[in-house]
């Protein structure tokens, strides 16, 4: 995370590269290899690690959000939104899933399904409502 930090992302590649082939795998080890594919854009790889965190960490809601936004950029927001709606099924009181969704929604064209969702999200979390203001479907 250091490299990182510093805006070294490759740096931080080759060090995770570096690192035993047993201990790849670990959970700690695999977070920070989805903030590097983040910070190198390598989305397709952050999309199969952030899916297989959410296998081996099911209760942790951050690897769909990752696994989702990693998506959006690699394919498209109708499969980031697949993603996301499987997550609320779970994860059902989760603003941030909630508020992901409905800005996938909104570029989709489902604005009203956009904005429900969005105020929905607004009322589990108060921070989110600077952000709802800035949103071009919200009207209020």
Request: charged share 35%.
């Amino acid at each position: 995370m250091g490299y990182l930090n510093l805006g070294m992302p490759q740096d931080a590649w080759n060090e995770l590269e570096d690192i035993d082939a047993k201990d790849r795998a670990r959970p700690e080890v695999l977070k920070v290899r989805v903030e590097v594919c983040r910070a190198l854009k390598q989305w397709e790889m952050m999309v199969e690690v952030s899916n297989h965190l959410r296998k081996i960490e099911p209760d942790e809601v951050s690897h769909s959000l990752d696994q989702a936004h990693a998506t959006r950029r690699f394919k498209n927001e109708v499969e980031a939104a697949e993603i996301l709606s499987m997550a609320l099924r779970r994860y059902y009181d989760d603003a941030p899933v909630r508020y992901n969704l409905a800005c996938y929604w909104c570029v989709m064209g489902r604005i009203e399904e956009a904005r429900a969702m969005l105020e929905t999200a607004v009322k589990k979390d108060e921070s989110l409502r600077e952000l709802r203001r800035r949103m071009r479907i919200w009207s209020g």
